[in-house]
C-alpha cells in the first residue's frame, strides 16, 4: 500500500529520483536545493537506491557528466538552483541538443544580483530557450509525482528532451506537508528501464556522439528539437492519464482549469502561488464573481492550442509571473500574448509579484483579479504590466 | 561591382590577400568587403576567401557564387576543386602556375593569367608563401587596382601581422609578379566529379546527429570517416626520412597530427603513409635526433 508520510518539497524531489530508480547521480549542493542531493546520497549510501554517486566539484560539471552518463545509456539525475543553473547554462543546451532525456528537479530561486535565496523564477526562465522541457510544481506531492512523469515524458522516443522540475525555493523545498509514496512496484510498472536507441556509447559498437556540424547540419538538428518539443505535448498528455489511471492523481496535462465552467475571467499562475489562487477563486465565487483558474503546468513546451481555447470562453485573462523580461513584461505573460495574437482579441494583463521571495499574499491575488474583472467589463486593456507591492509604484 | 574568389590551402595566406586586395581598391576610393570561408580542418586544408569591390556602399552579406575573378593560390588544388564553378564565362582566372595558360585545363574556357608565383616568392621572401605574390599578378591582368596601391593593401594588412620588414618584402614580390604574367585562354578538356554532400532531411538524419558508421551516397559518414579524408593530397613538403639517424624515441608518431606515422615491427622503426601526411613538418621540428626532413 502507498505510504502517506509529513516531508518537504525537496525530500520529495530526492525520493523522486529512488522511485525513478535513477543509475547514476552527479550533483553540487546550492541553497536551497542543498537537500534534495543529501537525501539521495543518503539513498545510496543506505543501500536504498543502486546508482552511482558523483559529488563533483561544480554544477558545470554535475551537468557534463549527467550528459555523459545519459549518453552511455543510463538514467541520471541531478538538482540545482539559481546560480548553479546559470553555471550549467552550456551544458544545459547540450543535453537538450543531443536529445538526452535527463531529469532535474530545480528548485527556482532568485538570480544575482543582489544575492537572495528565496523564491524567483527568473532562474529557469532565463533557460526557456535552451531546448529544455520545464514543469511547475504547486505542492509536494506533485514535485514527487513530476520526477516520474518528467522521466517518461523525457524518455519518450517521439520526444528524447531533459525535463526539469520546478518548485518554489522554501515555499515548497524547504515547506513539510503531507504526501503519498507510492509503491515501488507501481512506478516500476509505469516506468520501465530507460532504454535507450538513438545515444548509446559502447566501445564494441562505436557512435559518434556530439559531434561537429558545419551549416550543412545544424538547422535540420534544431527542427529535430522543434518536433520533439511539439511531440511533447500529445506525449505529456498521454502519460498525464497513464499516471491518473495507475496512481489516481490526474493533474490535467499541462494545463489544470480550476472553476473555469462558465468563467468570465482567468488568472494564469505558474507555481505555488496557483495553490494560493484556489482559496481565493472559492472566495471570489462565493462573493458572486464568475473568476477561474488556469494553472499552467508545463511551461515548455508552451501550451499553445490550450490557451486558445481557454481564451475563447473567457472575456479577459490575468497572467501571473514570478520573474521580469525587463522591458517587455514577464516571460509568461509574453508567451500568452505571442500564443493569443491573431486568435483572440480579448484583453490580456500581466502581474508581477513575490519577486526575490516576497510573499505574494491573497489580497495580491484579489486585486490581479479585480483588474482582470475590470478589463473585461470595459474590454480594454488600460495597463499592461502592473507591480504589485512594490514600494513607490502604483499598482 | 567586382566580385573576387581566392582558392588556397590553409596557411597561404589567401584571406590576407583577399583582404590586401580589398584595402587596395578601398585605397583608390572603393567600398571593399573580403572575407573568409573555411571548414574546421586545419592547415593544409582548402580554403577560400572572398572579395568585392564596388563604388558605392555595398549591402550584400552572402557568399560569391559566380566570382568575375578567381585567384588560385595553389596549382595543384585545381586537381580535385573545380576552381572555377560559377566563374562568369567573362570573367578571368589568374592561377599561380609555371604553365602558359594554354596549357591549363580549367575545365571552361576562359580568359586567363599564369604567373610562377612560387618561384618569384622563393626568389624574394625565400618562401613558398604566394599570396603577395598573386596579387601582383591580379594587379597586371585584369587593370583593376594598380600595383602601388596592392603594394599598399600589402603594408596595410600585412604589417601588422607580421610586421613592417616583412610587408615590404611581400610588397616587393607582388610588383615582382607584377611583370612576369603571361595572358591567354586556358583549356576546358577535364570534367571534375560532382562534389558529393551528405545532405539528409531532418527525419534522415540520426537524431542529434549520433551517428554510427554509415555508408553514404557521398562515402562514409560516422566514427573512423576520416579514412576517406586523404590528406596526403595537401602536401606541398614531404618528410625525407633517415632510420640511421632515427632513435625510435616515437616522438613523431605521437605528435602527427594525422596518424600518419606508423611504428613498425623491429629492427625497422618507423614508416609514413603519404595518403595521410600532409606535410605539415610537425615531425620534423620534434624529432631531436634530426633524421626527418622537410623537402620540396
Known amino acids: 500500500m502507498a505510504e502517506r508520510r509529513i516531508v518537504t518539497g525537496n525530500y520529495a524531489a530526492a525520493y523522486g529520483a529512488l522511485l525513478s530508480r535513477v543509475e547514476v547521480i552527479a550533483a553540487y549542493p546550492i541553497t536551497p536545493q542543498t537537500f534534495i542531493v543529501e537525501h539521495v546520497s543518503e539513498f545510496v549510501n543506505d543501500g536504498k537506491l543502486d546508482a552511482e554517486y558523483m559529488p563533483v566539484e561544480s554544477e558545470h560539471s554535475a551537468m557534463s557528466a549527467c550528459v555523459a ?127 535507450p536507441k538513438h545515444a548509446y556509447l559502447r566501445p564494441k559498437d562505436p557512435m559518434v556522439v556530439g559531434s561537429f556540424a558545419s551549416p550543412e547540419y545544424i538547422q535540420e538538428f534544431r527542427y529535430q528539437t522543434e518536433e520533439s518539443t511539439q511531440n511533447a505535448k500529445e506525449v505529456i498528455r498521454q502519460v498525464n492519464d497513464e499516471f ?46 464568475s473568476v477561474g483558474l488556469v494553472k499552467m503546468r508545463w511551461f515548455r513546451p508552451y501550451p499553445t492550442e490550450i490557451i486558445r481555447d481557454i481564451a475563447s470562453r473567457v472575456k479577459a485573462l490575468g497572467v501571473y509571473d514570478r520573474a521580469m523580461s525587463f522591458g517587455t513584461g514577464g516571460p509568461s505573460y509574453m508567451d500568452t500574448k505571442s500564443a493569443l495574437y491573431g486568435h483572440s482579441t480579448i484583453p490580456v494583463l500581466g502581474f508581477l509579484a513575490g519577486l526575490g521571495g516576497r510573499d505574494v499574499m491573497v489580497k495580491d491575488i484579489r486585486l490581479m483579479f479585480e483588474r482582470t474583472l475590470e478589463a473585461a467589463k470595459k474590454d480594454r486593456v488600460e495597463k499592461e504590466v502592473t507591480w504589485i507591492g512594490t514600494r513607490g509604484v502604483q499598482p | 561591382m567586382y566580385e573576387v574568389r581566392f582558392h588556397g590551402r590553409g596557411g597561404q595566406g589567401a584571406v590576407m590577400a583577399a583582404q590586401a586586395l580589398a584595402d587596395a581598391a578601398f585605397v583608390e576610393g572603393n567600398y571593399a568587403v573580403a572575407f573568409p570561408w573555411f571548414g574546421a580542418e586545419r592547415r593544409g586544408a582548402p580554403v577560400l576567401a572572398f572579395t568585392r569591390v564596388d563604388e558605392n556602399k555595398i549591402n550584400i552579406k552572402t557568399r560569391v557564387y559566380n566570382p568575375d575573378y578567381i585567384v588560385v593560390l595553389d596549382e595543384k588544388l585545381m586537381d580535385f576543386v573545380n576552381v572555377a564553378e560559377g566563374l562568369s564565362p567573362d570573367g578571368m582566372a589568374i592561377l599561380n602556375s609555371p604553365l602558359d595558360p594554354e596549357e591549363v585545363d580549367l575545365g571552361m574556357s576562359v580568359k586567363t593569367a599564369t604567373v610562377d608565383a612560387t618561384t618569384v616568392a622563393l626568389e624574394v621572401l625565400g618562401a613558398p608563401i604566394t599570396n603577395s605574390a598573386i596579387l601582383g599578378a591580379f594587379a597586371s591582368a585584369t ?106 624515441c616515437l616522438m613523431c608518431w605521437f605528435y602527427c597530427p594525422d596518424a600518419a606515422i606508423k611504428r613498425l615491427e623491429p629492427p625497422k622503426k618507423v614508416g609514413f603513409d603519404m595518403d595521410y601526411c600532409k606535410g605539415c613538418g610537425i615531425c620534423e621540428e620534434v624529432c631531436p635526433a634530426d633524421a626527418i626532413e622537410m623537402v620540396r
Request: hydrophobic content about 40%; aromatic content about 8%; overall charge negative.
Open chain 1, 69 to 195: 552518463a545519459t549518453a552511455t545509456g543510463v538514467r541520471s539525475y541531478t538538482a540545482t538552483s539559481s546560480q548553479g543553473l546559470a553555471l550549467m547554462h552550456e551544458v544545459l543546451y547540450v543535453a537538450a541538443g543531443l536529445h538526452l532525456p535527463i531529469v532535474m528537479p530545480v528548485v527556482n530561486r532568485t538570480i544575482a544580483a543582489p544575492i537572495g535565496i528565496w523564491c524567483e523564477h527568473n532562474d529557469t526562465m532565463a533557460e526557456r530557450d535552451s531546448g529544455w522541457l520545464q514543469c511547475f510544481c504547486e505542492n509536494n506531492q506533485e514535485v514527487l509525482d513530476m520526477v516520474v512523469q518528467a522521466y517518461k515524458v523525457a524518455e519518450n522516443t517521439k520526444v528524447l528532451l531533459p525535463v526539469m522540475v520546478n518548485l518554489d525555493a522554501f515555499i515548497l523545498s524547504h515547506t513539510v506537508e503531507p504526501v503519498e509514496f507510492p509503491d515501488q512496484k507501481d512506478v516500476d510498472e509505469f516506468l520501465p528501464r530507460y532504454d
Open chain 1, 244 to 289: 491518473a489511471e495507475k496512481f489516481g492523481r490526474d493533474y490535467g496535462g499541462a494545463v489544470e482549469e480550476y472553476r473555469m465552467d462558465d468563467a468570465e475571467v482567468a488568472l494564469i499562475t505558474l507555481g505555488t502561488v496557483s495553490a494560493t489562487t484556489r482559496d481565493v477563486v472559492d472566495e471570489l465565487r462565493d462573493e458572486g464573481k
Open chain 2, 143 to 248: 587593370g583593376l587596382v594598380s600595383i602601388d596601391s596592392v603594394k599598399q593593401g600589402i603594408l596595410d594588412i600585412f604589417g601588422p601581422r607580421i610586421g613592417d620588414k616583412l610587408a615590404e618584402k611581400n610588397a616587393r614580390a607582388a610588383a615582382a609578379a607584377h611583370d612576369r604574367i603571361k595572358i591567354g585562354k586556358c583549356k576546358a578538356e577535364r570534367t571534375y566529379p560532382e562534389a558529393k554532400k551528405w545532405l539528409p532531411t531532418y527525419q534522415e538524419m540520426p537524431l542529434s546527429l549520433a551517428t554510427k558508421p554509415t555508408k553514404t551516397d557521398s562515402g562514409l559518414v560516422g566514427p573512423g570517416s576520416s579514412v576517406e579524408n586523404k590528406t596526403g593530397s595537401w602536401r606541398t613538403f614531404t618528410p625525407k626520412y633517415d632510420e640511421e639517424a632515427c632513435t625510435n
